[in-house]
């Protein structure tokens, strides 16, 4: 499976070159019209020039509001009917993760490039589906792992270059999540069943970013959750235990059981001879001293950038993650979820896969 996107991890901001980026014209149409296409991408495709010529969303009130703020003058209930009666360059998949089907996959067999939103799957059946069709078709693809454009997690990337991994610890703690009473017609997040919770929310982000931080892969994993009461809505905490392929160790921790917030820092990556620190998006500590101060900085908005400049330009070179790429960083978490399942049962990763194996 080749993956020459993430192997590289170029080091430019993906500003094309080609005459072509700052003239040609790129229609979008925008699959699931909830909060990040509001907030985020639809705004960023309007202030890059992008025409966005259509929307699709379950929710027909939803839709109905985001048509009319961002004047899309073509509305669609169904992704399907959106693909085929619809002419457009890139789709943008904003929808959750359950929703995911075979609109991806009609999109991208009519050379229409994908912009997914993670996590892209709840199954990896669906994902690899995806996948092989994006790739036979070689549209050009990238999954919203947008931190990878931070240049906080850059810089770590280029600290631990020469570092030999042995462990790497992520923490996040929060409050607990809402209670279950009147749970029907919640939203979607709240179900455990659709959303994952926390661990595949925020999960795969954390796998992602110790990729690409250290260039390692996570060959084994396995998951434990909390048992979910009836109280609440998400189980209260789930630890996640990982095998890296140079034969260093992982651990990931979800816990919702403290208001006050998630302690420093996010990420430590211990190495041989002291650890690096990620505390959150604003500092490094390396060996307990400050090296380096994060900004302000829209990864989003990034991100939207250089994957519509690669649309204008036809060059893929300053993308940093590619669907097919997304896959590593999704998998381990859906074998984690599978784990907790099977009561923390060691599973490979790579043959969590099936036949798609690296």
Request: hydrophobic share 40%.
């Amino acid at each position: 499976m080749g993956r020459d996107v993430a192997n590289e991890h170029r080091e430019n901001d993906g500003r094309s070159d080609s005459a072509n980026a700052s003239v040609r014209a790129v229609r979008a149409a925008i699959y699931g019209t909830g909060s990040w296409a509001n907030q985020t991408h639809i705004p960023n495709l309007k202030k890059l020039g992008v025409d966005v010529v259509a929307a699709c969303d379950v929710d027909p009130e939803a839709l109905r509001r985001t048509a009319e703020r961002f004047e899309i003058p073509a509305v669609y209930a169904d992704g399907r009917e959106m693909v085929e009666n619809e002419r457009f360059d890139v789709l943008f998949s904003i929808v959750p993760a359950f929703a995911r089907t075979d609109v991806e996959i009609r999109a991208v067999e009519r050379g229409i490039h994908l912009f997914s939103e993670k996590p892209q799957a709840t199954r990896m059946a669906v994902a690899l589906e995806i996948d092989r069709a994006v790739r036979k078709a070689d549209v050009l693809s990238t999954v919203c792992f947008r931190e990878r454009y931070r240049p906080l997690f850059r810089e770590a990337r280029r600290i631990l270059a020469e570092k030999r991994i042995v462990h790497v610890v992520f923490r996040s703690v929060g409050g607990p999540p809402l209670r279950k009473e009147g749970m029907e017609g919640a939203s979607w997040w709240r179900q455990m069943d659709q959303s994952g919770g926390p661990a595949l929310d925020w999960g795969v982000h954390a796998v992602d970013y110790v990729r690409f931080t250290t260039g390692l892969e996570v060959d084994k994993v396995q998951a434990f959750y909390l048992e979910q009461s009836e109280v609440f809505s998400d189980p209260l905490s789930s630890s996640f235990h990982f095998l890296l392929d140079n034969g260093a160790t992982m651990t990931m921790t979800f816990v919702r059981a403290d208001p006050s917030g998630t302690p420093q820092p996010w990420f430590t990556f211990f190495f041989e001879g002291g650890r690096l620190e990620i505390h959150n998006y604003d500092r490094i500590d390396l060996n307990g001293e400050t090296v380096y101060r994060g900004g302000e900085f829209d990864p989003w908005f990034v991100q939207d950038r250089i994957f519509v400049e690669a649309v204008r330009s036809g060059d893929r070179g300053g993308i940093l993650n590619d669907y097919h790429d997304g896959l590593y960083s999704l998998a381990p978490i859906l074998a984690g979820w599978d784990s907790a399942r099977q009561g923390g049962r060691c599973i490979e990763v790579n043959a969590y896969y099936g036949q798609e194996g690296r």
